[in-house]
């Protein structure tokens, strides 16, 4: 198998941010319809109206970003766009901290 097949310059995500308009009934509609042609076609959450795929190849990714912008909604704005898997390894993400409540802790009974 050529290496060069798995390499991380290569390998691409595949990015979708969106915000689309939910304001009447209609609207929120067309807009779930767009997420889950997203899901539909391999896309998973990465945050709230972001979502991202992996593809194997620059030509792949072009093709999912094809298959996209043919059901683009009318109103609102999408953005797409491709990283390679090297980029997307820099990521830098942070978490806050929850505030969850202290575990408790059990005292041990001891018998002698």
């Known amino acids: 198998m050529n290496s060069e097949r798995f390499n991380a310059y290569r390998l691409n995500w595949v990015f ?23 899901l ?13 795929r992996p593809s194997a190849s620059i030509e792949h990714a072009n093709a999912i970003i094809n298959k996209v912008f043919e059901s683009l909604p009318q109103k609102g704005n999408v953005m797409l766009f491709r990283i390679t898997d090297k980029q997307f390894e820099k990521i830098l993400m942070i978490f806050s901290k929850v505030n969850s409540p202290e575990k408790k802790t059990w005292k041990q009974l001891e018998l002698f």
């Open 16 to 38: 979708c941010s969106f915000d689309l308009p939910t304001n009447t009934k209609e609207e929120r509609k067309i807009a779930s319809e767009f997420r889950l042609l997203l």
């Open 40 to 52: 539909k076609n391999g896309f998973s959450m990465f945050q709230y109206s972001v979502y991202a």
